[in-house]
């Protein structure tokens, strides 16, 4: 099969895979995944791993890489950086996969690269890990040249949103962020670019994971009366925030980044309220 007749993503991994001599025929390749089944990302997650169970299958319908059929060992990280190293230790030293794809939370993500992937010179590429941390990691020899991803840094991803904000007529803004690498990473990248733009961020106020209420991190940043709200973090967590903002007669204006961008967060807050 041409490496020119695979989707870049698809090139990018097969490429890692198969760097070596020519393969034998009728063998089996495994490469690993880590990604959110369940916890936080559970949401997204599911639908991410169908898109890579679905790489894998394209490829093996096409033939395979120099004659191996290519199989897919998927785990679940449960959105946990604990749980998420323990799965990639597995995959890397029990199944000995010469790849591993994920994780998509960065907490998670960094978590494996600094613990098991660039120590065990295990290539790791995510699609969905955007903090800004992993080129500061690479540009200081930390990841061994061992780490890819196949989204933009949330240092575009900040400034593009600072931007439809103000295109959007709104001035002053709170942010809440999930306190996690990918929170403080855009919360971060968003108000220095917001700042710079002329808008004024309100507050930003960090929230922890799993909290059953969210009520006085709402008040907290309600207190300096936003007229939008700029919500940073995952499905699970980001319907309690929502709807506790909404119940609080916080302005139903919101921003939302990649990371909420799901049908069932929508379904779950209920599209009339945002």
Do not use: H
């Not at 089996?28 to 890579?52: D, H, N, R």
């Not at 931007?163 to 690498?181: C, I, W």
């Not at 995952?234 to 049908?263: M, N, V």
């Amino acid at each position: 099969m041409s490496m020119k007749s695979l989707p870049p993503f698809a090139a990018l991994v097969v490429g890692a895979v198969f760097a070596g001599p020519a393969a034998a025929a009728n063998c089996t390749t495994t490469i690993g995944a880590v990604m959110s089944l369940t916890g936080s990302l559970g949401t997204l997650g599911q639908a991410i791993s169908k898109g890579a169970q679905l790489g894998v299958a394209d490829i093996d319908a096409a033939g395979g890489v120099n004659g191996c059929k290519l199989a897919l060992a998927l785990q679940d990280d449960q959105t946990t950086p604990s749980v998420g190293v323990d799965a990639a230790k597995k995959l890397v030293d029990v199944q000995k996969v010469p790849a591993i794809i994920g994780a998509l939370s960065s907490g998670v993500s960094a978590a494996i690269l600094t613990s098991v992937t660039a120590p065990s010179k295990v290539v790791q590429i995510s699609p969905a890990s955007t903090s800004p941390m992993f080129t500061d990691m690479a540009e200081n020899g930390k990841t061994g040249g061992y780490w890819f991803r196949t989204v933009p840094s949330d240092a575009l991803q900040g400034v593009a949103m600072a931007q439809v904000a103000l295109d959007a007529g709104v001035k002053n803004v709170a942010v809440m962020y999930l306190n996690n690498a990918y929170g403080q990473g855009l919360d971060k990248e968003f108000s220095n670019a917001f700042s710079k733009l002329g808008g004024k961020v309100a507050g930003s106020v960090v929230y922890n994971p799993s909290q059953p209420s969210y009520r006085s991190e709402v008040n907290k940043a309600l207190a300096s009366k936003p007229d939008a709200l700029f919500l940073i973090g995952y499905p699970g967590d980001g319907t309690t925030l929502a709807r506790e903002w909404i119940s609080s007669g916080g302005p139903q204006k919101f921003l939302f980044p990649d990371g909420l961008y799901s049908q069932q967060f929508v379904d779950d807050v209920g599209a009339r309220y945002i």
